[in-house]
């Protein structure tokens, strides 16, 4: 059974950096790079959203308000992907969470704040 794991979160200034990680254990490697894989994020009585995606057949889409400050990364032979934010602004303090294969991992908190 797939599960996904996250780290990387924590407080940082405004202006500062974070790379996000989330480890896919359980799932084959011949999956893994095969499936589109995502980071979400989630503030408090608000619905999780789109920051960034990689899609299954290559590519990636960013939602507006991360656009040239995030990247989204894969790593297919340690199955992992990344999330590296730069840039950093309060209004990027969420919850973040990874989806592939059909599973979210548990959340990583990102505080933005001087």
């Known amino acids: 059974q797939v599960q996904l794991v996250e780290s990387g979160g924590g407080l940082v200034q405004p202006g500062g950096s974070l790379r996000l990680s989330c480890v896919a254990s359980?799932?084959?490697?011949?999956?893994?790079?095969?499936?589109?894989v995502a980071w979400y994020r989630q503030v408090p009585g608000k619905e999780r959203v789109l920051v960034a995606r990689?899609?299954?057949?290559?590519?990636?889409n960013y939602a507006d308000a991360v656009q040239g400050r995030f990247t989204i990364s894969r790593d297919n032979a340690k199955k992992v992907i990344y999330l590296q934010m730069n840039s950093l602004k309060p209004e990027d303090t969420a919850v973040y969470y990874c989806?592939?294969?059909?599973?979210w991992g548990q959340g990583t908190q990102v505080t933005v704040s001087s």
């Open positions: 989806y592939c294969l059909a599973r």
């Open positions: 359980g799932a084959s490697g011949s999956d893994f790079s095969r499936a589109a």
């Open positions: 990689f899609r299954a057949f290559g590519g990636t």
